[in-house]
């Protein structure tokens, strides 16, 4: 008497399922973008943000008339899902998105692993696909419809390093901590070899679990090294606080990076005045003259949101929409494919301000990375200031 | 020579977390035979009132110490109130059901990342500085504030050993976890103390929370992270063992620190679970576990 | 003998409505659903195998890892055929198992269950040390062969499907009356000469082989996977499909998996917390109804017949 | 997939048990165990014949069922030896002393609650019978014992009696040469009483088995035993016929104002 109970329920089940997957709001006047990002877990607030500035970038292409193609007007629309950053779950949402809600533009994914494994579907299906994530493998010839809509480590860090090492030419030794993370493993190798072309000697590189709260032996390791700088790579705002107050504890002083570090109030948070001096290499200014007031604007809307200011990651969001939005009007087309070959042509306006275009030829072999500002910032008197800035 | 004193200190900060974590998760085991995971929550909840309280606080022009001390006790409360009801509504069905329990408490985990997160939002909440100022000594430096924290959890830690052994409530509490049914035969009100035990060991988790909170980073998921290291300890030092978990306590702390620094850190993540194999291999009931 | 009747009503009535659903449903985004609840089946039951003795094995989470990742790295690095890859992970899925299992069930109850939990963990830390097997940022390019794309469904259903008859017929041969006398009153069983150790060695062998499978046919399937994929919320998720089905009964988690994973995709809709949703399934199942949804079902059963209740 | 064959444990040696050797099953020698300090058994000694029902009794405490725990590899022995069918057991494991024909039954409950009565027998047989043969071993037990009209219920669901049988024909089915019954009267009404020792009886008849029973029941192990061993403090305090203890002053001394001693 069980096994037809099995049964029903497992079909009723399965119909709710396919109840929501024929999706009436499929109106053909809306292009929908697919977000698959964090919304729990450490990384939950990158999500968040992200999917605000894509529906911020959205409501103002639609309010301000919409797309215009093939003779039609059309309206984006953000669809968010989590993805757990991994990539069991990048894969579901995959699916969500592509099979359930025929999403044909991936406004943008975040994480490596889910990246990896939306790529995996939207490469087969002919899906444009926007990500921040960094993996050097997710571009190239053989992944057509992969676009990177943030700076990485290729573009950030011979500036920065360069910058830096200008900066401070007496330094001439470095220790590194990464977190073992997908960002961690794809900056290492990098920020290694640009130390060393430029002549500065690598103490050693070392990897830290994420979620670890306890850094004064990770510091006091670092430290026995004795290095001129100490380059913290792409580990999080906070725990880099964290380590470079262990630091000054131990009366470390000297050169201090954080290649993607992003905003001051984290790092300061942790850190206290160990913050002071710290550079870092994806990190926005929201106040100073560098910015519009609508960037103000924007950026005080989304603390209300997050509690932390906007960062290069969530901003890449926002430009992707643009983009997208140029690209379709260029081609006079919605249609992925078409889309996709034209994108590499385009310019279009950033959040930066200003209008930019992709390219990564020499890097990836194919045109595939927005060419964005690189924004060298520094915290000074507990304050983050631009202090160099390269536009394309 | 530096170092040495250096890495002491370290040890000694963090495995005074760990045995005040550690102490409440063995008490609930000796006393209800239960496995609680929600402890973990319980001490991410204090830790997140009180990061989220102070500055608010703090904002009205009170110092960070005042401020602490008004918003320390809000933490504690919050996650007190958060336990009872978890024990009132949970797992006072399930006393001296360890799989039973098990089972709920891992469910109760998934429930509370979901509220933790929905409550506290994502991001990294941080508690300004409470005490300020640094301690050297042989070269070695520590803050004024994690000398603190050491200095209380370690008192905590001797007080509730005290109390165990000298209470009336102690010996209840000793007696039942010893053997029970004696316990109830002896007119022992077994629920009472029970639920005594649990709050206890809720009430340390809730104290190890809010001494935490202006020297870590607080969010969310800081839980996970020290219920992992809390049963690495528990497993060590033996379930149910007070002595056990002062010990494994400061071994594991130890091993970790040792391991970060001479080892690059993520292996010495590794190397403290492959310790904990090692340690039930030699000894299945851990180090001072009952048999 | 009546439940005899049900059992076999039972699985004619599941294997056709899984066939039928890997056949028909040609919307690749509900195959992906069909998919992920047959693997879901699949996990359920070798939880509850080992829940047969007693124990919760939170190991559960690295032996489906160390499956996937054998069968991912045979089928990019060697390029050996996905059916191969997928029973070499398994095998070496089993002799982990079984060497796990031989060293920690001197340990019992909660010790058991929280060296599982400790080692899930640090399996999955110890597969981002390793570059050869994409690090944290996961493999990519587990394939199976683009021939089978269509058939894929059918494939994992029916695999699935054997390894179930595989974990039931197990279940109910003298071996299963051992673990089941272990889990009860194991002294009895060891004062008849039962050599009970090893048969909880075996228990362990034999579900850490079929978690092995999962594990292929999940890395097949997804064609990406990464240590994320394999934290002690895999075992957690499996023990959800186990309470929420009912863990009296073998289709117990299978209907549990098919509940929750269609529950969770229907939910993702809403954007809605899926491990607050699996979390609650728990709490609710634990508190409410003990016998899980099968124990309800039977029960309800019982009262419409006046008679005692099928359910064993 | 189970094991039949006992394992890291070899076989005990042969040994000749002193002159006069009586043809004895079970043979102890100065038995003692200590817990922390406490004297449960006390240096004893005694050997059981083949075919003979052999009543181990005692004041609450006495350490008769210490005694099952040890000879039964349950628990091992601080001092002294033991031998069934002269192969020596001391500190073997439960896997080999019931390999050598040793099986016992526990005080309370010695029986798989949730599984049929069918079931509970076929535990006793797996160990010792080929999977061929369970089956019909499994009946033969049933009819011995008579529970075949009871073979497809939940032993939880039966009556005390039947439950006791069932405890019984578990350790019957696994073919002991020494069957040791832990109280397996307690509890039970006349008529069940007389059921289980008409089984008993029947038991050691038509199979020629051998019995010890640890029991409260005196009228039932007067009635039934063929010696009897008294244990008073884990101390041998008097052995002989049911007569011989029934008149035995030391025996009614130790017994007086025990509420048992009826």
Redesign the interface.
């Known amino acids: 008497?069980?096994?037809?109970?099995?049964?029903t329920?497992?079909?009723v089940?399965?119909m709710?399922?396919?109840?929501?997957?024929v999706d009436p709001a499929a109106a053909q006047d809306v292009i929908k973008l697919g977000l698959s990002v964090p919304?729990?877990?450490?990384?939950?607030?990158w999500g968040?943000g992200s999917e605000f500035m894509c529906q911020k970038a959205a409501e103002e292409i639609n309010q301000a008339g919409g797309i215009k193609a093939s003779g039609k007007t059309y309206n984006f629309e953000c669809i968010?899902?989590?993805n757990?950053?991994?990539?069991?779950?990048?894969?579901?949402?995959a699916?969500?998105l592509i099979?359930?809600d025929a999403v044909k533009f991936i406004g943008g994914a975040l994480g490596?692993?889910?990246t990896?494994?939306l790529q995996?579907?939207a490469e087969r299906q002919d899906v444009l696909l926007f990500t921040v994530?960094w993996?050097k493998?997710l571009k190239g010839p053989e992944h057509p419809m992969t676009f990177t809509q943030q700076n990485t480590p290729y573009e950030i860090l011979p500036p920065l390093i360069g910058y830096v090492v200008k900066q401070h030419s007496q330094a001439k030794t470095v220790a590194m901590l990464n977190p073992?993370?997908?960002t961690?493993?794809?900056t290492e190798p990098v920020a290694k070899a640009t130390y060393e072309k430029n002549g500065i000697k690598v103490f050693a590189s070392?990897?830290?679990?994420r979620?670890?709260?306890?850094f004064?032996?990770?510091a006091?390791?670092i430290a026995?090294f004795k290095p001129e700088i100490i380059d913290v790579g792409s580990t999080?705002p906070?725990?880099a606080g964290?380590i470079f107050k262990a630091l000054d504890?131990?009366?470390w002083k000297g050169v201090k990076v954080n290649e993607t570090g992003t905003g001051a109030d984290?790092l300061k948070?942790?850190g206290?005045d160990a913050a002071e001096g710290v550079y870092m290499g994806s990190g926005v200014v929201f106040d100073g003259d560098t910015v519009s007031a609508y960037q103000r604007k924007l950026n005080d809307e989304a603390r209300k949101l997050?509690?932390?200011d906007l960062n290069t990651i969530q901003i890449g969001f926002y430009d992707a929409v643009y983009a997208l939005k140029t690209a379709m009007e260029t081609a006079n087309s919605v249609e992925a494919k078409k889309v996709a070959e034209t994108l590499p042509d385009i310019t279009f306006p950033t959040f930066y301000g200003g209008k930019v275009g992709f390219f990564g030829k020499e890097t990836y072999g194919n045109v595939q990375q927005m060419r964005l500002p690189i924004l060298v910032t520094q915290v000074q008197k507990g304050k983050l200031v631009q202090v160099h800035r390269i536009d394309p | 020579m530096q170092t040495a004193v250096q890495l002491m200190a370290t040890a000694l900060q963090i495995g005074a977390v760990y045995i005040l974590f550690s102490l409440g998760l063995t008490l609930v085991f000796g006393v209800m035979r239960i496995v609680n995971f929600v402890h973990g929550q319980v001490f991410a909840t204090a830790a997140l009132t009180v990061a989220y309280a102070l500055p608010t606080i703090a904002a009205a022009g009170l110092p960070p110490l005042a401020a602490y001390c008004v918003a320390a006790p809000v933490g504690v409360i919050a996650a007190l109130v958060l336990s009872v009801a978890i024990y009132t509504f949970g797992f006072r069905y399930f006393q001296r059901d360890e799989i039973g329990s098990f089972i709920l408490s891992i469910g109760l985990v998934l429930v509370l990342d979901g509220v933790l997160l929905k409550v506290f939002g994502g991001a990294v909440h941080r508690v300004p500085e409470v005490i300020t100022g640094v301690v050297s000594s042989f070269g070695a430096t520590v803050t004024l504030q994690s000398l603190v924290l050491c200095v209380v959890a370690l008192l905590l830690a001797t007080g509730l050993y005290l109390m165990l052994g000298h209470t009336k409530l102690g010996k209840v509490l000793r007696a039942v976890s010893i053997d029970h049914e004696a316990a109830m035969m002896v007119g022992i009100p077994y629920g009472k103390v029970a639920f005594g035990g649990f709050l206890i060991a809720s009430l340390l988790a809730a104290l190890a929370g809010v001494l935490i909170a202006p020297m870590s980073i607080v969010s969310p998921v800081i839980g996970t992270d020290y219920l992992i290291k809390g049963f690495i300890v528990v497993i060590i030092g033996g379930l149910g063992s007070i002595p056990g978990a002062i010990l494994a306590g400061l071994f594991v702390a130890t091993v970790e620190t040792l391991g970060a620094f001479y080892l690059d850190s993520s292996y010495a993540t590794i190397a403290t679970f492959a310790l904990v194999i090692a340690v039930l291999l030699v000894r299945p009931k851990g180090f001072l576990g009952r048999g | 003998m009546a439940r005899i009747d049900a059992n076999l009503i039972g699985w004619i009535v599941l294997i056709a409505a899984a066939v039928f659903a890997a056949v028909a449903v040609t919307n690749p985004y509900l195959s992906s659903i069909v998919i992920l609840i047959a693997i879901g089946a699949l996990l359920g039951a070798s939880l509850r195998f080992v829940m047969l003795m007693g124990e919760v094995n939170f190991a559960l989470g690295a032996f489906v890892g160390i499956g996937a990742y054998t069968a991912g790295l045979l089928h990019t690095a060697a390029g050996l055929n996905f059916a191969l890859a997928i029973l070499v992970g398994a095998s070496v899925s089993m002799v982990v198992g079984t060497t796990f299992g031989a060293i920690t069930l001197r340990a019992k109850g909660p010790y058991f269950m929280l060296i599982g939990f400790a080692f899930t963990e640090a399996v999955r830390v110890a597969y981002s040390k390793f570059a050869v097997l994409g690090g944290t940022s996961g493999m990519v390019g587990i394939f199976p062969p683009r021939a089978l794309d269509l058939w894929m469904p059918l494939i994992v259903v029916l695999t699935v499907i054997v390894f179930l008859v595989v974990l039931a017929i197990a279940e109910r041969s003298d071996f299963g009356r051992i673990l089941f006398a272990i889990g009860e009153n194991e002294p009895v069983a060891r004062s008849v000469g039962l050599n009970t150790f090893r048969s909880k060695v075996a228990a362990l062998a034999v579900t850490s082989a079929t978690a092995g499978i999962a594990g292929g046919l999940h890395a097949f399937t997804n064609n990406v996977i990464s240590p994320g994929d394999f934290s002690f919320l895999l075992p957690a998720f499996a023990l959800a499909y186990v309470k929420v089905g009912g863990e009296n009964h073998f289709f117990g988690p299978i209907l549990g998996a098919a509940f929750l994973i269609a529950l969770s995709h229907y939910a993702l809709g809403f954007g809605a917390n899926e491990s607050f949703l699996y979390g609650g399934a728990i709490v609710l199942s634990v508190l409410l109804m003990p016998g899980g949804m099968l124990g309800l079902a039977s029960r309800a059963v019982a009262a419409v017949r006046k008679g005692p209740s099928s359910h064993d | 997939m189970t094991d039949t064959a006992p394992r890291g444990t070899k076989p005990g040696r042969i040994v000749e048990t002193g002159p006069g050797d009586a043809p004895d099953i079970l043979r102890i020698e100065g038995l003692t165990r200590r817990f922390s300090g406490l004297l449960a058994v006390n240096n004893l000694s005694f050997e059981v014949r083949r075919g003979e029902i052999f009543g181990l009794i005692g004041p609450n405490g006495a350490g008769k069922s210490t005694v099952f725990n040890l000879i039964s590899g349950f628990l091992p022995a601080t001092e002294g030896r033991s031998f069934v069918e002269r192969r020596e057991m001391t500190g073997q494991r439960p896997l080999t002393v019931s390999a050598a024909g040793l099986v016992r039954t526990f005080q309370h409950g010695s029986y798989i609650r949730s599984m049929t009565v069918r079931d509970n027998i076929r535990l006793g047989t797996i160990a010792r019978l080929k999977s061929s043969d369970r089956a019909g071993r499994v009946d033969e037990v049933a009819t011995m014992l008579g529970l075949t009209h009871v073979l497809q219920e939940v032993a939880e669901n039966l009556p005390h009696g039947l439950q006791r049988l069932v405890s019984i024909a578990i350790a019957v089915a696994a073919r002991p040469k020494l069957l040791c019954l832990d109280e397996p009267l307690t509890g039970l009404n006349e008529t069940e009483v007389g059921n289980v020792l008409e089984v008993l009886r029947r038991y050691r008849g038509e199979l020629g088995g051998t019995i010890i029973l640890v029991e409260h029941n005196m009228k039932a192990v007067m009635n039934i035993c063929d010696r009897i061993l008294v244990m008073h403090h884990g101390a041998l305090l008097a052995t002989g016929t049911p007569k011989e203890i029934a008149t035995n002053p030391a025996v009614i001394k130790a017994y007086l104002g025990d509420r048992h001693a009826n």
């Open positions: 008497m069980k096994a037809p109970t099995t049964l329920i497992g079909v089940a399965v709710s399922a396919s109840a929501c997957a919304l729990s877990g450490s990384a939950a607030n968040k968010t899902y989590d757990k950053y991994n990539a069991a779950e990048g894969t579901k949402v699916q969500t099979n359930r490596t692993a889910p990896k494994a995996a579907i994530s993996g493998s073992n993370d997908a961690g493993q794809e070392d990897y830290y679990e979620g670890t709260t306890e004064q032996a990770i006091a390791r026995s999080p906070a725990d964290a504890l131990m009366g984290t948070e942790t206290g997050l509690g932390e």
